[in-house]
């Protein structure tokens, strides 16, 4: 397996005056593991370029002209991303006083990170495994930022080596304890990309009304392919629906996917210190077992997997890709 990490993509949003528990402490002390084992890890990006249609290609004409236009406009689509705002107008979970960078250097760093899931999207087509130190941005939908995700890196870097690697058909195989939303929504019409999300049935962001005001579906709440909702309680079931999950999402297709992307989260882990992750709560071990089921699946199968971290918070969410990291090198 390859491994992608470039600090320069390591978003630090306390830097940027944000107070949310996604640390990137996770991310150095897999690199000491790696480090530990002797294994390189690649952080050169330059080759890859992502343009303005690239992000168009998944996000909305006018989505996409925000997050290039005015320094008032950048800092509304990354306040609306993070919740910077309460309803009563007041910061939420935001000290302008104690950023050292701008909102609006967020759109930079978070650009730069695609690049890192564009990159790793390439290395698993050449070479077969290839997990990325970053990505995952799950939640962010066509028209909009969402839920800590500002643009859908995963469907961006899938489009993308449709355009220019000559892949078809593609799996994205979501495991983080939130709903793939933002992807579910982006490739609802696209056969040429199947997705599986299995997550908490009920909290965030199925916690919401299923109906707008104006009596249509609210878009988190569309459907993937292969859609796993796991119950509180219910986690001694969750390695048998993924399993299932995964045979139905094989049977969609007769053909043979050209890449498989993991959205790794760790947040189902029991120790994640997210409160909006609490619903599901599995074990270190069964964690592993989640991450080796999806692993030897792909690999019996032959088909390229590209890695994403995605959500995993607090102190312990580094465990989980180090356990599996250890038990396949
Ligand atoms: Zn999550």
Redesign the pocket.
């Known amino acids: 397996m390859k491994f992608f990490f470039n600090s320069q993509a390591l978003l630090n949003l306390p830097k940027f005056g944000i107070q949310i528990p996604l640390t990137d402490e996770r991310i150095f002390k897999i690199c000491e593991f790696l480090k530990s084992k002797g294994i390189q890890v690649n952080g050169d990006f330059e080759s890859i370029e992502i343009k303005q249609e690239d992000l168009e290609r998944v996000h909305s004409h006018e989505y996409v002209a925000k997050l290039f236009g005015t320094s008032d406009e950048i800092k509304k689509a990354v306040s609306d991303t993070f919740e910077l705002i309460s309803e009563n107008g007041e910061y939420h979970r935001y000290d302008p006083s104690l950023a050292t960078y701008s909102l609006e250097d967020l759109v930079q760093k978070v650009l730069f990170q695609t690049k890192g899931t564009m990159a790793c999207v390439q290395e698993a087509l050449k070479s077969g495994e290839c997990f990325y130190l970053g990505g995952g941005y799950h939640h962010a939908m066509s028209f909009a930022g969402r839920g800590f995700c500002l643009i859908n890196d995963i469907v961006i870097a899938a489009r993308w080596s449709q355009k220019n690697l000559n892949t078809k058909l593609i799996w994205i195989i979501d495991v983080?304890?939130?709903k793939g939303d933002g992807t579910a929504e982006l490739t609802a019409n696209d056969p040429s990309i199947r997705t599986l999300s299995i997550h908490m049935k009920e909290g965030w962001p199925l916690d919401s009304k299923k109906l707008g005001k104006d009596g249509k579906l609210n878009p988190w709440f569309i459907e993937s392919d292969v859609e796993i909702g796991v119950s509180a309680n219910e986690e001694n079931h969750y390695l048998a629906k993924l399993k299932d999950g995964l045979e139905k999402l094989e049977a969609l297709d007769t053909a043979r996917p050209d890449l498989a992307i993991i959205v790794q989260?760790s947040?189902p882990y029991e120790k994640d210190q997210l409160p909006s992750?609490g619903l599901l709560k599995l074990s270190k071990e069964q964690m592993l077992q989640r991450d080796l089921l999806v692993y030897h699946f792909l690999q019996k199968r032959k088909i390229p997997q590209a890695y994403v971290m995605?959500?995993g918070y607090g102190e312990y969410s580094y465990e989980i890709y180090c356990q599996f990291l250890e038990s396949i090198l």
Do not use: I, R
Request: no cysteine.
């Open positions: 983080d304890a939130h989260g947040d992750s995605a959500g």
